[in-house]
């Protein structure tokens, strides 16, 4: 095989070898989940079925966690004027962590008539790994502050994760042993549609293998001209 041949078909191994990795990249995995809710209300125990969407997108050292109902729950005997009801909630953390990471948003927006089940906003909070792998993340409890009382709502159906990804810890961490993971959330209004993938986990991981992608791709290119030079030398001779 010539030299110039020799090259082309290094330069396109290594092209090769980056696109392969690309490939490879993990996905993440969300899920809308049924949560059966059972919520000690003020006047007593009721029940509410909504599906749960939970998001993950990438921001600064962390990910911005948003979870979303598509359903009400709970209900107030009398009607709640704009701003009286404020949500929170909880995520259980599983897989490479563990622990659970606080989730709020902003109080209604509109009045909620009276009976009427009540609609939770889409409430968020910042999630920091500290171990790398994949990390799953579960509906648990609902508070509802409302007129100067408080509804808390618990699954009672051990509903399976709404959200998995794989999260890399400051300084590369390995996983093993899940540590205690909470934070306070941040306030996040906006909707959130149903069934989509979290855009987290396979864009950074994509990113990061891309540039590895175009390292291999140089090292090949120039692993190639040494040959190249080194042929035209012993020629010469």
Known sequence: MSYPKRTAALASAAALAGS??????????????????????????????????I?????GGGYKITMSWQKGVSSSPVELGKGAMTPSATIRLGGADSGTLAVSGPAN??????????KISDLSGTYTPR??????????TL??????????????????PS??????????????????????????????????LPQTGPADSAVALGTLGGTVLLAGAAGA????????????R
Not at 131 to 140: E, H
Request: hydrophobic fraction near 35%; include cysteine.
């Open 55 to 59: 998001k993950g997108v990438r921001s």
């Open 20 to 53: 392969a990795v690309l490939l490879a990249a993990p996905a993440a995995h969300a899920d809308v989940v049924d949560v059966n809710y059972r919520c000690q209300t003020p006047i007593g125990v009721k029940s509410a079925v909504s599906p749960i969407d």
């Open 131 to 140: 171990k790398t792998g994949k990390v799953t993340f579960t509906a648990a």
């Open 163 to 196: 959200l998995t990804l794989d999260v890399t810890a400051a300084g590369g961490s390995s996983s093993g042993g899940g540590s205690s993971s909470s934070s306070g959330g941040s306030s996040s209004g906006g909707s959130s549609s149903g069934g989509q």
């Open 109 to 118: 927006t509109a009045a909620i008539p009276a009976n009427t089940p009540i």
């Open 143 to 160: 508070t509802i502050k409302a007129l100067g009382t408080t509804t808390t709502c618990a699954p009672t159906n051990s509903p399976k």
């Open 225 to 236: 001209l040494w040959l190249t030079r080194r042929g035209q030398t012993a020629a010469r």
